[in-house]
Protein backbone atom coordinates (compact mmCIF):
# COMPACT_ATOMS: atom_id res chain seq x y z
CA UNK A 1 0.00 0.00 0.00
CA UNK A 2 1.27 3.58 -0.65
CA UNK A 3 0.07 6.46 0.89
CA UNK A 4 0.10 10.40 -0.38
CA UNK A 5 -0.21 12.66 2.28
CA UNK A 6 -1.24 16.72 1.32
CA UNK A 7 -3.15 19.70 2.80
CA UNK A 8 -0.10 20.83 5.46
CA UNK A 9 0.71 24.56 5.52
CA UNK A 10 1.10 27.36 7.28
CA UNK A 11 -1.94 28.75 9.22
CA UNK A 12 -2.50 31.02 12.21
CA UNK A 13 -3.23 29.85 15.62
CA UNK A 14 -7.22 29.86 15.77
CA UNK A 15 -7.24 28.53 12.05
CA UNK A 16 -7.70 25.13 10.39
CA UNK A 17 -6.47 22.78 7.82
CA UNK A 18 -7.71 19.56 6.67
CA UNK A 19 -4.81 16.53 5.57
CA UNK A 20 -5.72 14.08 3.50
CA UNK A 21 -4.16 10.83 2.45
CA UNK A 22 -4.56 8.61 -0.85
CA UNK A 23 -4.40 4.64 -0.74
CA UNK A 24 -3.71 3.07 -4.06
CA UNK A 25 -2.07 -0.60 -4.25
CA UNK A 26 -3.87 -2.29 -1.73
CA UNK A 27 -7.60 -3.15 -0.40
CA UNK A 28 -8.23 0.21 1.13
CA UNK A 29 -11.38 -0.81 3.25
CA UNK A 30 -9.68 -3.66 5.25
CA UNK A 31 -6.91 -1.40 6.77
CA UNK A 32 -7.28 0.76 10.15
CA UNK A 33 -6.16 4.37 9.21
CA UNK A 34 -4.03 6.13 11.90
CA UNK A 35 -2.45 10.05 11.50
CA UNK A 36 0.68 10.90 13.93
CA UNK A 37 3.03 13.99 13.80
CA UNK A 38 6.56 14.68 14.39
CA UNK A 39 7.97 18.15 16.17
CA UNK A 40 11.44 19.00 16.00
CA UNK A 41 13.32 17.24 18.66
CA UNK A 42 10.59 15.35 19.54
CA UNK A 43 9.62 11.59 19.50
CA UNK A 44 6.59 10.90 16.29
CA UNK A 45 3.18 10.47 18.42
CA UNK A 46 -0.21 9.34 17.79
CA UNK A 47 -2.84 11.39 16.79
CA UNK A 48 -6.17 9.99 15.48
CA UNK A 49 -6.93 6.95 14.01
CA UNK A 50 -10.14 5.03 11.76
CA UNK A 51 -10.91 1.92 11.93
CA UNK A 52 -11.27 -0.21 8.37
CA UNK A 53 -14.85 0.17 8.96
CA UNK A 54 -15.43 3.26 10.01
CA UNK A 55 -18.03 3.25 13.00
CA UNK A 56 -14.72 3.45 15.44
CA UNK A 57 -12.25 6.77 16.28
CA UNK A 58 -9.60 7.48 18.73
CA UNK A 59 -7.85 10.55 19.17
CA UNK A 60 -5.27 11.77 21.06
CA UNK A 61 -6.04 14.21 24.61
CA UNK A 62 -3.99 17.02 22.94
CA UNK A 63 -6.56 16.89 19.97
CA UNK A 64 -10.13 15.76 21.20
CA UNK A 65 -12.79 17.51 20.35
CA UNK A 66 -10.32 19.80 17.69
CA UNK A 67 -10.03 17.07 15.31
CA UNK A 68 -12.16 14.80 12.99
CA UNK A 69 -10.85 11.81 11.07
CA UNK A 70 -13.14 10.29 8.43
CA UNK A 71 -12.35 8.22 5.59
CA UNK A 72 -14.32 7.32 1.79
CA UNK A 73 -13.38 4.03 1.12
CA UNK A 74 -14.61 4.24 -2.15
CA UNK A 75 -12.48 7.01 -2.79
CA UNK A 76 -9.67 5.36 -1.00
CA UNK A 77 -8.96 8.12 1.22
CA UNK A 78 -8.53 9.17 5.29
CA UNK A 79 -8.85 12.67 6.04
CA UNK A 80 -8.00 15.16 8.92
CA UNK A 81 -10.08 18.21 9.56
CA UNK A 82 -7.80 20.23 12.10
CA UNK A 83 -9.59 23.10 13.59
CA UNK A 84 -8.96 25.55 16.22
CA UNK A 85 -5.07 25.20 15.80
CA UNK A 86 -2.05 25.56 18.48
CA UNK A 87 1.31 26.60 17.56
CA UNK A 88 1.93 23.24 20.05
CA UNK A 89 -0.09 21.58 16.90
CA UNK A 90 3.16 22.41 14.84
CA UNK A 91 4.86 19.31 13.34
CA UNK A 92 5.01 16.96 10.64
CA UNK A 93 2.23 14.63 10.23
CA UNK A 94 2.30 11.14 8.69
CA UNK A 95 -0.89 9.14 7.69
CA UNK A 96 -0.62 5.39 8.08
CA UNK A 97 -2.36 1.38 7.72
CA UNK A 98 -2.48 -1.03 9.59
CA UNK A 99 -4.25 -3.92 8.83
CA UNK A 100 -6.81 -5.29 12.01
CA UNK A 101 -6.07 -7.18 14.63
CA UNK A 102 -2.46 -5.88 14.68
CA UNK A 103 -2.44 -4.29 18.14
CA UNK A 104 -3.77 -0.96 19.17
CA UNK A 105 -4.32 1.69 16.48
CA UNK A 106 -2.35 4.38 19.08
CA UNK A 107 0.59 2.76 18.70
CA UNK A 108 3.15 3.23 16.29
CA UNK A 109 4.32 -0.80 15.77
CA UNK A 110 1.36 -1.31 14.60
CA UNK A 111 1.51 0.54 11.40
CA UNK A 112 2.49 -1.52 8.46
CA UNK A 113 2.58 1.36 5.72
CA UNK A 114 3.03 4.90 5.61
CA UNK A 115 3.06 8.11 3.99
CA UNK A 116 6.05 10.46 3.78
CA UNK A 117 4.55 13.37 5.73
CA UNK A 118 3.05 16.19 5.36
CA UNK A 119 4.19 20.01 6.95
CA UNK A 120 1.94 21.60 9.12
CA UNK A 121 3.24 25.35 10.64
CA UNK A 122 0.99 27.14 13.16
CA UNK A 123 2.27 30.50 14.05
CA UNK A 124 1.00 32.76 17.16
Known amino acids: VQLQASGGGLVQAGGSLRLSCAAS????????MGWFRQAPGKEREFVAA????????YYADSVSGRFTISRDNAKNMVSLQMNSLKPEDTAVYYCAAARDGRGSVRRINSYEYWGQGTQVTVSS
Open 50 to 57: ILWSGVFT
Open 25 to 32: GGTFSIYN
